[in-house]
């Protein structure tokens, strides 16, 4: 009886709580790994200076966050997608169907992608072509294409250390996978004319070419790390000839461990970022639900605080984690301030 | 007297008793290597036990220490209180950058007075020895109290993450000499300033109760929001599971006629006990998010999504303990009159009692140390604000303790790996005590016929 009693009447304190659930009073934001740090840097410093509760940053993939911020306009839904790669036009359609129709892009800066190997090893200066030759799965050799024979960087470059090839590379769910293939793989493809070879071995079809650019050897050479970097470095610390692709960021908070390698003779830093030399970098983007902006409190005052100079400027917090500035921020500030929604993808 | 009539001349078949032949040997040789077998497999496990805790605990037990700064400070109007009238509004608009630039002057002051050689080290990096959280700390503390204004009091905060890990051990001079956060300046004058008094390595609370800090102050991180976010969850799973779990057992095992219907419940139960947590996460989005509108990253959602996950188990061991009530109790009660519904609860169910809660504590356990539901209902998530109390809090957005240690795993820090361990230790401090729990309510309470 009492038992009976006992589980009805808990029922129903659920089922009233359930009805006293307050409106949604905090921000909340979900994506891309690589934003997450400097989202939780702003979050954190945003729920110290202003009167609103500190915003809620889950993680989870760009592509993830992209597809809960179009799953509906409602407080069950997130306000802030975090991406490091652009949004597509699949997303756009999602969020259409669903009735998400303004969306709002903010690039709040660049982050660099550097190739970095144990500390004690030795110095590497790499070249886009230098990880094609080592890493594809087809290479010109005598104006042949033959499988990958390489088996040392030394045999790829003879300027580079006889080491073997064991190169960790993000793995394919991750936006700097994206970057990696596009602006290393594919420059280095280009550059070392094995392009041209697989567009003529294929009758001239170029995007037939560009996918045998981006097929990359599966003997173990090329290691896919679907974790995250912090995997990376631990296998790096247990396979010391390995060589590990790192956010920017991450390198600079364990420059006691690893040795950053240059690309095209730059040595990656926030400076060299910005001023467009070194060769490895991409935009960050947040996407903010419109519709959300006059419901959720402090969402405007939040996205505003993000893209601050004070935060997002060069002498901010963000910068001095590994964020490289964006030299139009003025221009995104002025767009968030007056909430313009993105127009159609240009391409 | 058989043995008078046996034939003398007939020898023993083979062998006697007193000397082994072949064949017990060969079965007293299988014995030991099974007890071998048996023995090394006991080794192996406490082995791999003993590596797994002591790793943990290594890595771990610093994180319930910390260094603190301690220094005098003067509270400087022009920086707090710029209009100078004390106007709690005004006063809020001085953000931590500003508070920074008051902690910066404070801190090159202390050292100064305390006679501490600074020479190739600037101001900011003398401020940098302190935590970022310690502006914040500074600020609220301002805020709460405006009367502080233009007076001095003696300000403790955290050190920085580096200098905390250089008087841990993690933070060398030869590493700080390639690390480009810190230099061998900043920790030689750390370690002038622990001589001087300035700086010591404490007990930190904060650990346990504050909440969850960005990547660059790993040393601010506490474990305050994930504690109370699984304790709301455990709270709904108890709530909710135990009473539903034990009605359904009861009803199936007293009361329900056996037919083809019970049967197919019954198997479907315990398929159910062995379906993947993930799968409860996936339904729990679907349901209590997508249909029913409860929001995200809620402790109500992670306690239903566990609810669903812990009751399968709780289900069968109260099946379980049920049918192990001789029937000889239910016959007696029954014979003095009583309905069957007083003879299960006056007589069966107390008894029953010792084994459903071992049963209920056990599965609660492993809803303690669940994750993958939870990172479909965006429970991993960085969650600084508290929960409110119950219920309403049931609502607001919150971690768990094995989200935590996720998260922490996941950030670049180098300061948040023993945080990670740290936050482990806690949950297996939980676990222990829950698994004691169960352990001493079976002991005390468990009757055997």
């Known amino acids: 009886m009492s038992l009976l009693k006992l589980t009805v009447s808990s029922l129903a304190v659920v089922a009233a709580s359930a009805g006293i659930a307050a409106a949604r009073d905090n921000i909340q934001s979900a994506g891309s790994s690589t934003v997450l740090p400097y989202a939780t840097i702003v979050a954190e410093a945003f729920g110290e200076n202003f009167d609103f509760p500190t915003p809620v940053v889950e993680s989870g993939g760009s592509g993830a966050g992209r597809k809960k911020l179009c799953e509906g306009v409602g407080e069950n839904t997130i306000d802030i997608a975090n991406s490091s790669s652009r949004i597509k036009q699949s997303d756009i359609d999602l969020c259409a169907q669903n009735g998400v129709n303004e969306i709002m892009e903010v690039r709040i800066g660049y982050d660099g992608i550097v190739f970095a190997s144990d500390i004690q090893g030795p110095d590497f200066a790499f070249t886009p072509a230098d990880w094609f030759k080592a890493l594809a799965a087809q290479v010109v050799v ?99 000839d390995a060589i590990g692709v790192f956010g920017l960021s991450f390198y600079q908070n364990n420059t006691d461990k690893l040795k950053v390698a240059t690309m095209s003779g730059v040595t990656p830093s926030v400076e060299t970022i910005a001023a467009g030399d070194y060769p490895v970098s991409r935009p960050l983007y947040f996407y903010v639900k419109n519709a959300h902006l006059d419901v959720i409190p402090g969402l405007q005052e939040y996205i505003e605080f993000f893209v601050s100079d004070e935060m997002a400027g060069p002498d901010g917090p963000l910068a001095a984690y590994g964020l490289v500035s964006d030299p139009e921020l003025a221009k995104t500030q002025e767009m968030v301030a007056n909430r313009e929604p993105m127009g159609p993808l240009s391409n | 007297m058989t043995d008078a009539t046996a034939p003398e001349s007939q020898a023993p078949r083979a062998g006697t008793l007193f000397a082994p032949d072949n064949r017990p040997r060969r079965r007293n040789a299988a014995e030991r290597r099974f007890r071998a077998y048996g023995l090394t497999a006991v080794g192996l496990s406490i082995l791999a036990l003993v590596v797994l805790l002591s790793s943990v605990i290594g890595n771990g037990a610093g994180a319930f220490r910390q260094t603190f700064v301690e220094i005098p400070l003067t509270l400087d109007a022009r920086i707090v209180d710029p209009k100078g009238n ?38 900011k990096d003398i401020a940098g020895l302190l935590s970022k959280e310690a502006a914040a700390t500074l600020r609220n503390r301002v805020l709460a109290n405006p009367a502080l204004v233009g007076e001095t009091i003696t300000f403790r905060a ?72 699984s304790a709301y969850m455990m709270i709904i799973v108890l709530v909710l599971a135990l009473p539903i779990g ?33 799968v409860f996460g996936i339904l729990g989005l679907a349901i209590f998010i997508n249909m029913m509108g409860l929001p995200q990253s809620a402790p109500i959602v992670g306690g239903l999504i566990l609810t669903l996950m812990t009751l399968p188990t709780i289900i069968i061991a109260t099946r379980v303990s049920l049918a192990a009530v001789p029937p000889s109790i239910r016959d007696a009660a029954l014979g003095v009159g009583a309905s069957r519904m007083q003879a299960v609860f006056h007589h069966v169910l107390p008894l029953a009692l010792p084994g459903i809660l071992t049963g209920t504590i056990i599965g609660m356990a492993r809803a303690l140390g669940e994750t993958a539901p939870l990172l479909l209902i965006g429970m991993v998530a960085f969650v600084r604000e508290y929960p409110a109390a119950p219920p309403e809090g049931f609502f607001d957005p919150a971690s768990a303790l094995p989200v935590q240690v996720y998260n922490f795993t996941q950030r670049a820090d180098p300061a948040f790996v023993e945080r990670a361990s740290g936050a482990i230790i806690v949950l297996l401090a939980f676990l222990i005590c829950m698994n004691a729990a169960a352990i001493i309510l079976r002991r005390r309470f468990e009757r055997r016929w």
Request: hydrophobic letters at 40%; a negative charge.
């Open chain 2, 246 to 278: 034990v009605a359904a057992s009861i009803y199936l095992e007293e009361f329900a006629p056996k037919n083809r219907w019970t049967d197919l419940i019954e198997v479907n139960i315990a398929n159910l006990a062995a379906v993947p947590s993930i």
């Open chain 2, 86 to 123: 004390r106007n709690i509004d005004e006063m809020k608009k001085v953000t931590t950058i500003g508070y920074g630039r008051q902690l910066e002057a404070s801190m090159v002051a202390a050292v100064a007075a305390a006679g501490l050689k600074t020479e190739g080290i600037s101001d």
């Open chain 2, 158 to 229: 955290l050190a920085n993450g580096r200098v905390d890990g250089f008087f841990k051990g993690r933070v060398t001079m030869e590493s700080a000499e390639l690390d480009s956060n810190v230099t061998p300046e900043q920790l030689g004058l750390a370690q002038r300033m622990r001589e001087a008094g300035l700086i010591t390595l404490a007990f930190n609370p904060d650990f346990l109760l504050g909440s969850d800090a960005s990547e660059v102050r790993p040393e601010a991180a506490g474990l305050g929001v994930a504690i109370l976010g």
């Open chain 1, 142 to 240: 005598d104006g042949k294409l033959v499988a990958n024979p390489n088996k040392s960087w030394k045999d790829v470059n003879g300027d580079l250390s006889d080491q073997p090839i064991l190169a960790f590379i993000p793995g394919t769910k991750h936006g700097t996978r994206e970057v990696f293939d596009e602006k290393v793989i594919l420059a280095g493809c280009e550059e070392s004319g094995a392009m041209e070879a697989f567009a003529a071995a294929n009758g001239g079809d170029e995007d037939k070419a560009e996918e045998l650019c981006m097929t990359l050897r599966t003997d173990g050479a090329s290691v896919d790390i679907d974790g995250d970097y912090t995997e990376t470095l631990s296998r790096i610390s247990a396979n010391k």
